[in-house]
């Protein structure tokens, strides 16, 4: 059974920086496409980044150059590396695996 798990969220000032973590049981990210969405209250979910099993990362238009996307195939774990928030970061993050496998997700609030 595949199990995700984010961490690291919280409340952040805007131009602040976050560190996500996903975890994993049951499933090794460096078979697979891993990507990070984000849902925001009202809106639907938006894909936010994703990396190959290659290493090859993507991303959305408006975290380009601020977010980044990395794996530890050693630790088997994702990352994403948030700097420069702004208020309109604010959502619910998820770790997704090949469309498939959902965690719970983790809370971001960039608020002054």
């Known amino acids: 059974q595949v199990q995700l798990a984010e961490s690291g969220g919280g409340l952040v000032q805007p131009g602040g920086s976050l560190g996500l973590s996903c975890a994993s049981s049951g499933i090794l990210f460096r078979f697979y496409v891993t990507r990070w969405y984000r849902q925001a209250p009202g809106k639907e979910r938006e894909l936010v980044a994703s990396?190959?099993?290659?290493?090859?990362?993507n991303y959305v238009d408006s975290v380009k150059g601020r977010f980044t996307i990395s794996r530890d195939n050693a630790k088997n774990m994702v990352y994403l590396q948030m700097n420069s928030l702004k208020p309109e970061d604010t959502a619910v993050y998820y770790c997704?695996?090949?469309?498939?496998?959902w965690g719970q997700g983790t809370q971001v609030t960039v608020s002054s």
């Open positions: 990396i190959t099993r290659t290493g090859v990362t």
């Open positions: 997704n695996v090949e469309g498939v496998h």
